[in-house]
C-alpha cells in the first residue's frame, strides 16, 4: 500500500530543510576560525614621572589553519569601572590585522593615572607645602589605584565574530548587555590601529 505525506505536511518539512541549509551556509565553519587565547601579561600600577598609572597588558595567542591568505581582524577593548554605581566603560580600544596568524602578540592599553606616588613618604599638606611622613605606605583604595574593569578580544572576518574572550563573567555579561558598544567603539577615531608585525612575540 503506497504511502504519502499530506501537502501540508510536505511543505513544511521542505521549508524546514532550506532554512537549515541557509543557515548552515551563513554561518561560518568552526574549522575557519582561528583558536584564540588570552593570557593577561601586566595587571596593576607602575610610577611614571613621579605618578602612579594603572597598567594592563595582554598575550593573544592565534593559530589558523583556515586557506591561505585569509585575513582576520583582531579588536581589544579595555574595560574602565564605572563611579558611583554606573556601568564599565570602553577606556580603550586596540586592533590590528592579521593573515593565517600563527603566533602570539603583546597588546598594552593605555595607563590610566590615578595620582601622585607618595611612596617616598613625602606628604603633601593642604597649604601646599610638602612634609615628611612616615615611610609606610597607606591601603590601596581599589576603586581609585585598580580602575580597571577587565578586557574583551574578539576576532572578525568580513564583519562576523568568529571568536571572542572576556577576563571575567562580570565582563561577559557586559558584553551580552551591550554588544553594540564594542562595534562603536571599534569605529570611533580614538580606536587604535597597531601593525600585527610590531605586536608579533614569537
Do not use: W
Request: glycine fraction near 8%.
Amino acid at each position: 500500500m503506497a504511502s504519502f505525506i499530506p501537502a501540508r505536511l510536505s511543505v513544511a518539512i521542505l521549508a524546514g530543510v532550506l532554512l537549515l541549509s541557509a543557515q548552515l551556509e551563513a554561518a561560518p565553519l568552526a574549522s575557519h576560525a582561528p583558536t584564540l587565547s588570552v593570557h593577561e601579561t601586566n595587571y596593576g600600577t607602575a610610577i611614571h614621572d613621579g605618578r602612579k598609572e594603572s597598567i594592563e597588558g595582554l598575550e593573544i595567542h592565534l593559530v589558523s589553519y583556515s586557506t591561505p591568505g585569509t585575513n582576520y581582524e583582531v579588536q581589544c577593548f579595555f574595560l574602565k569601572k564605572g563611579k558611583g554605581g554606573h556601568p564599565a566603560t570602553i577606556d580603550d580600544t586596540l586592533i590590528f590585522e592579521v593573515t593565517n596568524p600563527h603566533g602570539s602578540y603583546g597588546v598594552l592599553a593605555k595607563p590610566i593615572k590615578i595620582g601622585k606616588d607618595n611612596s617616598s613618604g613625602v606628604q603633601s599638606s593642604k597649604s601646599g607645602k610638602s612634609s615628611k611622613g612616615s615611610k609606610s605606605q597607606t591601603s590601596p583604595n581599589p576603586s581609585v589605584d585598580f580602575p580597571r574593569e577587565g578586557y574583551v578580544v574578539r576576532v572578525l572576518s568580513d564583519g562576523v565574530v568568529l571568536r571572542q574572550r572576556c577576563s571575567t563573567h562580570r565582563v561577559e555579561e557586559f558584553v551580552k548587555e551591550n554588544a553594540d558598544l564594542l562595534d562603536q567603539a571599534a569605529v570611533k577615531k580614538s580606536a587604535r590601529h597597531l601593525q600585527a608585525s610590531d605586536l608579533l612575540k614569537r
